[in-house]
């Protein structure tokens, strides 16, 4: 399909929302002409995000760009992992994904038609350094340079994200891969050769995606890239080496960046709820929620496992020098956080630890991915929790969307009102959070279209856009209208 715009009618036609019989409102009218056009009163007063707040939309290389043989690009764990019989679940790969490698401008117009002003994407490692370290390949910057310019002329702010989960193979077959703080000091390498050549106009990167994800499924059940089954201590030493590459990349950026280029993770965060809003319940759940993440933000934050974490480790605590620690806690700029699913309902309890995890009933419902149990007030609380634990004041939400069936109605629009249900309510819960102080300053939903969802392959679309993998063409679903809306409101449509 060539690159396209599309103008407001189309888009609305295209999504079903004027076969819906709903209002089209104009950028920047309100719930109060929304009452005005549709008669009905307006009991609700404006409850807006606040004035520059930034929306988004978020996108992974692997997941989306295909064109792994490209213009000198090295292989990945992830290309050799899904090679591999039996890891994905429909048999499939990365090899062409959603071509964005050749798409990327009809996809920044995708962008441009939510409305959205940011993107979050990642920058694959094996591009810039087809062995991992050793000789850049020009031409790998080359495709996010094309890109970034794109962005740039269609008024959209990129946010860069450095790794997201596809390390170069050669690294994997050279150190062992994140076993070893040799790949740490490799991706700080690979962090200063980014920041000096990009950050004349990426001015937000996040080091590392979800390392409490990459840890237990890459290293632990062998779930994920590369595909490790580790030892207790195997696994604490490769969260450590992780952690340790954050905080080398974060100084690696704040040598070779430009001056005022900010830096921060994108984790996710371990999330602790109060299962019902006490002040004893509350307390709980923040103590919950630094113990649970000790092992990254925490650490990231504080300079230090906590005894707790130490204790429970024992012997199998990981190994490293004392200095170790400094570089972790490097100061950064802001916190990125994925929120999906409450991940632990909290109660008060008079044990040592002073919190019980309520377990799940087995009635609790989920999304179309089983393990995405909706609990919008994730949203607020996650945040919350941040900024009050640690004090930070700049938090971005880098990812937070849900997959679904998303079949075409015999009309052809995806009615997606599972999607829209979710982002309804969370999004109410974040308006939540901003409205009291919380200081969260934009909003990346995952993701821009259907892309590969890593071992599930493509049976679990979390798009705006649907993709239709055999051609690549990409049709809008209702929540893309439901975004588009919220965006232009700057309030939950
Ligand atoms: C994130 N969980 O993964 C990743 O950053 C994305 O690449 C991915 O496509 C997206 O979320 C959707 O899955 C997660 O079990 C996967 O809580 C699983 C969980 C969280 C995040």
Redesign the pocket.
């Known amino acids: 399909m060539p690159s396209k715009r599309f103008s407001r009618r189309q888009f609305s036609s295209i999504a079903g929302w004027s076969a819906l019989g709903m209002p089209v409102l104009s950028a920047g009218s309100s719930l109060a002409d929304l009452g005005k056009e549709t008669g009905l009163p307006n009991r609700r007063a404006f409850s807006g995000f606040p004035t520059g707040f930034l929306w988004g939309t ?1 996108t ?1 290389a692997y ?1 989306i760009e295909g064109a792994i043989n490209e213009d000198g690009r090295g292989p990945s764990i992830w290309d050799r992992f899904a090679h591999t019989r039996g890891t994905i679940s429909d048999h499939s790969n990365a090899d062409t994904a959603t071509d964005h490698y050749y798409r990327y401008r009809e996809d920044v117009q995708l962008m441009k038609a939510l409305g959205a002003k940011a993107y979050r994407f990642s920058i694959a490692w094996p591009r810039v350094f087809p062995e991992g370290v050793g000789t850049p390949n020009p031409k790998g910057l080359d495709f996010y340079n094309r890109l970034l310019d794109e962005l740039s002329a269609n008024g959209i702010e990129p946010f860069a994200t450095l790794y ?2 596809d390390l170069p193979q050669a690294l994997q077959d050279r150190f062992g891969g994140w076993t070893s703080r040799d790949t740490s000091k490799a991706f700080a390498d690979y962090a200063a050769h980014v920041a000096k050549h990009l950050s004349d106009r990426v001015k937000h990167f996040f080091t590392i ?2 390392c ?2 990459h840890v237990p ?1 890459g290293h632990g059940n062998g779930a994920d890239a590369p595909g490790l089954k580790l030892s207790h201590s195997g696994l604490h030493q490769v969260r450590h080496n992780l952690a340790l590459g954050h905080g080398l990349a974060v100084q690696a950026i704040r040598a070779h960046g430009r001056a005022g280029t900010r830096v921060g993770p ?1 984790e ?1 965060a371990v999330s602790c709820i109060p299962a019902i809003e006490t002040p004893e319940n509350i307390r709980a759940a923040e103590i919950a929620m630094r113990e649970l993440n000790a092992g990254y933000l925490t650490v990231m934050l504080e300079g230090k496992y906590t005894d707790a974490f130490l204790t429970q480790a024992g012997n199998d605590a990981p190994k490293y020098p004392a200095e170790d620690l400094r570089i972790i806690s490097s100061p950064i700029d802001f916190i990125g956080l ?1 929120v ?2 409450p ?1 632990h309902y909290v109660v008060a309890a008079d044990n040592e630890r002073g919190f019980t995890l309520a377990p799940f009933p087995a009635s609790f419902p989920h999304m179309n ?1 089983t ?2 149990r909706p609990g919008p007030e994730a949203m607020y609380w996650v945040p919350r929790h941040v900024a009050k634990l640690w004090n930070v004041k700049s938090i971005y939400i ?2 937070n ?1 849900t ?1 679904g069936s998303d079949q075409p109605a015999a009309d052809g629009t995806v009615y997606d009102v599972d999607r829209i249900m979710y982002l309804r309510n969370y999004l109410t819960q974040l308006q939540r959070a901003t409205s009291e102080g919380v200081p969260v300053l934009g909003y990346f939903l ?2 821009l279209m259907d ?4 071992s ?1 392959g493509y049976e ?1 679309r ?1 798009g705006l856009y649907r993709v239709d993998f055999d051609t690549k063409r990409r049709t809008p679903k209702l929540s893309a209208s439901f975004y588009r809306e919220t965006i232009a409101r700057n309030a939950v449509a």
């Open positions: 978020a992974s997941q997201h989960w995606n979800e409490s994800r499924l994108a996710n994925n999906y699913t991940d991915a393990w995405l880098t990812e969307g997959s995952w993701s892309n590969f969802e890593w599930d679990q979390f």
